[in-house]
């Protein structure tokens, strides 16, 4: 991909709206499913070649301390959508503790219609919102579809397993099935990242000369380990195993894929009018010891409360308004999505949201680190809490645990429990903790989840 270069564009002083004499951006998202934090090059990685990921992150901003909203799927994604952390946001788990016998599955709790969501905001303030790739928060019928959610066109898996496979008979398009017919019969010829991809290019075709959202939550590279042919062939000169040759291949099929997203911006001429995310649902579900190590430095992997369960590579980009080729350590996580894709929008985020705007710093503002405290919690171990409040890091296991403190700023891989040393530190966690959540009937605390 060549260097792309565009006219300066500033967004000045971007805090509760937008500049009115300035186009609002078109906004896209992009998760990926158990990307882990170093598994790109720009954050460590030297086996799997990412060069346009990379180059995104030299043309744009990478973060270092961003956070998905939980250490598995569903949940990490109810918090990106509703803005609420995972003690407050509907849902908290991939499957409930208790069963709702009238939905259509029984455990997959759904959005409710009073839930608001990134796209609902967006929509009304006047941007077309489309959506391709994993949802997780609604099975059909429900109140949980995305076309209920705000989303005027999406495709996709609504149901999380059922996502475990890349070769599936058939899709949802809107709210009716889409046949994939060379996956009938046993035949696997239709992989779905493509064919994401596809639908978003053809998004952006159609739209780009209004404003967008583009909402792309790709499947890769989470299970099952499945690359397409050409790019598991890669890899074949490798003294890997099948397993290593096709997840590596996933990653190459979403870095090509960013290229051909980011080379369309600059074909129509939007790309400095157009703010794009690239980020993971949670961390590595497998670390690769030694080969990969895609959690890179850090502790954990995916259902894990530790970094690398959490922790995720985060590049921003917009050429002209984000600054060029600079790292940031601001922290701050999933909850904080929809204030600030509302500020950038020129629009109110909902009142009752955990998240805070970042905006300022994604155009180049040095901003000090504030004093809130950010939560996670986690359901599938029986009850596991998370807290990082300025550069400590709480994990508390089971609803009387001992909570375990660590200084981020000393010990990046969590190594040193020096909650010892710091009482009165674990004493102000603590009082954060009895209020940080409210109760929740169908994960409540102590009663472990079953695990998807």
């Excluded at 405290?373 to 599938?380: G, I, K, R, V």
């Excluded at 809490?385 to 403190?405: I, S, T």
């Excluded at 969590?414 to 010892?420: K, M, T, Y």
């Amino acid at each position: 991909m060549s260097r792309l270069i565009f006219p300066l564009f500033l967004l000045l002083s971007i805090s509760a709206t937008a500049q009115p004499d300035k186009p609002r951006p078109n906004i896209i998202f992009i998760m990926t499913d158990d990307l882990g934090y170093g598994d790109l090059g720009s954050y460590g990685q030297d086996v799997i070649p990412t060069p346009f990921l990379d180059q995104m992150a030299r043309e744009g901003m990478r973060f270092t301390q961003a956070y998905a909203g939980a250490p598995v799927c569903a949940p990490s994604r109810s918090v990106l959508m509703t803005g609420q952390h995972s003690g407050r946001t509907l849902i908290r788990g991939n499957f409930s503790a208790v069963e709702v016998p009238e939905l259509p599955k029984p455990r997959r709790i759904p959005l409710r219609a009073e839930d608001t969501t990134v796209a609902e905001v967006l929509k009304q303030a006047g941007y077309v919102t489309g959506m391709f790739g994993k949802w997780g928060l609604g099975e059909a019928t429900t109140s949980g579809e995305p076309n209920r959610q705000g989303f005027d066109e999406w495709m996709g898996f609504l149901n999380q397993r059922r996502a475990h496979s890349h070769y599936p008979e058939f899709l949802w398009e809107n709210q009716d099935t889409l046949k994939l017919a060379d996956n009938t019969d046993g035949q696997r010829e239709q992989h779905t990242h493509p064919l994401f991809t596809d639908y978003a290019l053809d998004f952006i075709d159609r739209h780009h000369d209004t404003t967008f959202f583009l909402y792309l939550p790709y499947c890769l590279p989470h299970s099952e380990i499945a690359a397409t042919q050409p790019y598991a062939d890669l890899y074949r000169d490798k003294n890997w195993t099948d397993k290593q040759q096709h997840f590596a291949g996933m990653i190459s099929m979403i870095d090509s894929d960013m290229g051909r997203l980011l080379n369309l911006l600059q074909a129509h001429g939007i790309a400095e009018n157009t703010l794009v995310f690239f980020c993971s649902d949670n961390g590595a579900a497998n670390r690769y010891e030694g080969l990969f190590d895609s959690s890179g430095p850090l502790r954990g992997r995916k259902r894990d409360m530790y970094e690398g369960g959490i922790r995720t590579p985060m590049i921003a980009w917009m050429p002209g308004s984000v600054p060029e080729g600079k790292t940031s350590d601001y922290p701050w996580y999933f909850p904080d999505v929809l204030p600030t894709l509302a500020a950038v929008a020129g629009t109110e985020a909902p009142k009752d949201i955990d998240g805070m705007n970042i905006a300022p710093v994604l155009f180049g503002e040095d901003l000090p680190v504030t004093d809130r405290f950010m939560y996670w919690e986690f359901h599938e171990k029986g009850f596991d809490q998370a807290v990082r409040w300025k550069n400590w890091k709480a994990v508390r296991h089971g609803l009387d645990g001992q909570l375990e403190l660590y200084n981020l700023a000393e010990d990046p891989t969590e190594d040193n429990d020096v909650s010892r040393k710091n009482k009165k530190v674990v004493k102000t966690i603590e009082r954060y903790l009895a209020e940080a959540r409210s109760p929740s009937i169908y994960w409540p605390a102590g009663k472990a989840a079953p695990r998807d």
